[in-house]
């Protein structure tokens, strides 16, 4: 068993849809959770950075983290076109090394 | 905030050349670099870490003879891959923090070797 998991998909939705996107854990003591987007051929992209259980907001973006269940989530509001990338969920013991999840492509539909 | 820029973003070269990448921060001091290697339609491997002016801290399985790694700066790491072959063809990307702050990444350098 992976100590992340995190489901590749694609997920596809129409445009101005609420995406949901998640990822499991087994180590509980992991105290930072963060996720990044990808685009093609680029490197990733910080989005949300969360330590310890709890919700965080950031325009459109809503990241929350269950300790309880070992389960975070980030949600897309609105979702665009543009939000068409790998979103990635990453988590850390001590904000040092990350251990990552397997990408999530999400595919926005015009 | 916290911009890294990774210099050459794409490397086309011949078996047996050496090929030096660049990630540096440009708003921030990085204590700590890190170096990963990317697969087609995988997840982030991580190569190595470095502390500034420190020996690099290689993951297993990564010769850290092949991947030689400085940390010279709080603001620069390089990555020069050593006489490389076919199978060094990758997508190398850097990453930098802060003390306490998350990694912040560069956009990449894909790596081709003819």
């Known amino acids: 068993q992976k100590e992340v998991e995190q489901d590749p998909g694609p997920l596809s939705v129409p445009e101005g849809a609420i995406v949901s996107l998640n990822c499991t854990y087994s180590?509980?003591?992991?105290?930072?959770f963060m996720w990044y987007r990808q685009y093609s051929r680029k490197g990733p992209e910080l989005l949300m950075y969360?330590?310890s259980s709890g919700n965080k907001e950031d325009g459109r973006f809503t990241a929350q983290v269950d300790k309880s269940s070992k389960y975070i989530s980030l949600f897309i509001r609105d979702s665009q076109p543009s939000d068409s990338a790998t979103y990635l969920c990453a988590m850390s013991e001590s904000n040092y090394q990350l251990i990552w999840g397997a990408g999530t492509k999400l595919i926005i539909k015009p | 905030g916290a911009v890294v820029s990774q210099h050459p973003s794409r490397v086309i070269c011949k078996s047996g050349t050496s090929v030096k990448i660049e990630c540096r921060s440009l708003?921030?001091?990085?204590?700590?670099m890190f170096w990963y290697r990317q697969f087609p339609k995988q997840s982030l491997m991580l190569m190595a870490t470095?502390?500034?002016?420190?020996?690099?801290?290689?993951e297993q399985g990564v010769e850290k003879d092949k991947f030689l790694i400085n940390h010279a700066s709080l603001t620069l790491s390089t990555l020069t891959v050593t006489s490389a072959h076919p199978e060094d063809s990758s997508f190398y990307i850097c990453?930098?923090?802060?003390?306490?702050?998350?990694?912040?990444f560069g956009d990449g350098t894909r790596l081709s070797i003819l």
């Open positions: 990453s930098a923090s802060g003390l306490g702050q998350p990694q912040h």
């Open positions: 708003d921030f001091q990085a204590t700590t």
């Open positions: 969360t330590y």
């Open positions: 470095s502390n500034e002016g420190s020996k690099a801290t290689y």
């Open positions: 180590n509980s003591a992991f105290q930072y």
